[in-house]
């Protein structure tokens, strides 16, 4: 059975930056990419970026680059997320997505993150 | 900046029929923009319905189905069930990338 686990909640100050990882497991990882959205509270769902797992490609959202890594270890099938330079803005839960085909199916269960001083 | 727009609300009685929508601002929604629907109920993770259009996933209840509908993608709901109300989200491919719609808040009264 297909499943993705993510890193527990965090909370850092402004300015600061977060790593938050997606454990895949039920599935050849990496026959599949991996998508995070971004969902502020209260708020809709918003694409991040897409890394292809099986060569590192990776596409972004014109408002995180510069801003977001995406980034995977195929050893121990997870795939990784850093946002630099949060601001109070960024305070939202993440969520990893199987990807694949355009066919967005499984979710992580996401990660809350929380930005404030 | 492309924008995709969803009817922020929508009320169905249980049984009943609705049609969700998904439009673009760059035009007519095609099938290479490869559209996914999610349901989102509060305080969980979404889950997948429906992707590229109109293909199921193994666990989506055979009353949801997709569709492209007047230049926009389309979700219908057939025989509403009291669990069915959701926020629900589109997806589409513009440009090589994902975007979301703005989402809308089902109602089953």
């Known amino acids: 059975q297909v499943l993705l686990v993510q890193s527990g909640a965090e909370v850092k100050k402004p300015g600061a930056s977060v790593k938050v990882s997606c454990k895949a497991s039920g599935y050849t990882f990496t026959n599949y990419g991996i998508t995070w959205v971004r969902q502020a509270p209260g708020q809709g769902l918003e694409w991040v970026g897409w890394i292809n797992v099986h060569d590192g490609h990776t596409n972004f959202a014109q408002k995180f680059q510069g801003r977001v890594t995406l980034t995977t270890d195929t050893s121990t099938n997870t795939a990784y997320m850093e946002l630099r330079s949060l601001s109070s803005d960024d305070t939202a839960v993440f969520y990893c997505?199987?990807?694949?085909?355009?066919?967005?199916?499984?979710w992580g269960q996401g990660t809350p993150v929380t930005v404030s001083s | 900046q492309t924008v995709v727009t969803q009817e922020p609300s929508l009320t169905v009685s249980p049984g009943g029929t609705v049609t969700l929508t998904c439009a673009s601002s760059t035009g007519a929604v095609i099938s290479t923009y490869y559209p996914n629907w999610f349901q989102q109920k509060p305080g969980q993770a979404p889950r997948a319905l429906i992707y590229t259009t109109s293909n199921k996933h193994s666990w989506t209840p055979a009353r949801f189905s997709g569709s492209l509908l007047g230049g926009k993608a389309a979700l219908t709901l057939s025989g509403a069930q009291p669990e069915d109300e959701a926020e629900y989200y589109c997806?589409?491919?513009?440009?090589?990338?994902?975007?979301f719609g703005g989402g809308t808040k089902l109602t089953v009264l």
């Open positions: 997505v199987r990807d694949f085909s355009f066919n967005c199916d499984w």
């Open positions: 997806l589409l491919l513009l440009g090589g990338s994902w975007v």
